[in-house]
């Protein structure tokens, strides 16, 4: 079983190019996110999807687009990089909520990126 | 807005010693969870407390859970250099309407060294 899987691990940018990081996951859960992750600051959200088809902005979505065209993948792009978003970016998963219990999160193992 | 704290924010500390991490929200919580990052990783679920006052253990790690569901502490007993990493907290983000979509809000983590 994979699990959760970010590809690629690590890119290097330039400022103003474009790229999109992939998140696939086969555990059939509803739910997928797209977190940064910067020193001091702890997991972010940037966007999340609670289902195909539908996406939704989380804490930090600007610069950012998502689509989840599949169940399964959730990609993050970034239409225009700039180095304020350079960070480690993680993808999680998770089933919904069930009365009072919140999904537990299933994390890929990251996307390093580093815009010059 | 909705905040989770956590402090310290680092720690360090000698092989056997004790060491606990506190998580404050400004919200009431149906929910908490606790995550482990080791050091390059990725965040690992551990556990999620949903009744107030609760109490639970995994081997040296004891969770607990405020009676006002606001608070939440991480102990760990005699450290080894296992439990290295960064551990966080986790919310569920509640809407405007008050509900939550499963989406998580993380504390910025406690960073545990321990020294040998």
């Known amino acids: 079983n994979a699990g959760v899987t970010q590809t690629p691990k690590f890119r290097v940018l330039k400022t103003g190019q474009s790229m999109t990081l992939l998140c696939a996951q086969d555990?059939?859960?509803?739910?997928m996110y797209w977190y940064r992750q910067d020193p001091g600051m702890g997991l972010r959200l940037i966007h999340y999807?609670?289902?195909?088809?539908?996406?939704a902005k989380g804490e930090v979505p600007d610069g950012y687009n998502v689509s989840r065209l599949k169940k399964q993948n959730f990609l993050l792009g970034l239409e225009s990089a700039a180095p304020s978003q350079t960070s480690v970016y993680f993808c999680?998963?998770?089933?919904?909520?069930?009365?009072?219990?919140?999904?537990?999160?299933?994390f890929g193992e990251g996307s390093r990126l580093t815009v010059l | 807005g909705q905040q989770v704290m956590q402090i310290p924010q680092y720690q360090h500390v000698q092989e056997g010693e004790d060491f606990t991490t506190y998580c404050n929200s400004s919200?009431?919580?149906?929910?908490i969870q606790w995550y482990k990052q080791r050091p390059g990783g990725h965040p690992v679920f551990l556990i999620q407390?949903?009744?107030?006052?609760e109490v639970k253990k995994q081997k040296r790690l004891t969770f607990q859970f405020g009676e006002a569901k606001k608070n939440s502490s991480l102990h760990i007993t005699a450290t080894q250099t296992t439990d290295v990493g960064t551990y966080f907290c986790?919310?569920?983000?509640?809407?405007?309407?008050?509900?939550?979509?499963?989406?998580?809000?993380f504390g910025k983590g406690t960073k545990l060294s321990v020294k040998p």
């Open positions: 555990m059939n859960h509803e739910y």
């Open positions: 999807s609670v289902g195909e088809g539908t996406t």
């Open positions: 999680a998963s998770s089933y919904p909520p069930r009365g009072i219990f919140t999904g537990e999160l299933f």
């Open positions: 407390l949903v009744k107030s006052g």
């Open positions: 919200t009431t919580l149906s929910n």
């Open positions: 986790a919310g569920p983000f509640y809407m405007n309407y008050g509900g939550s979509q499963g989406n998580l809000i």
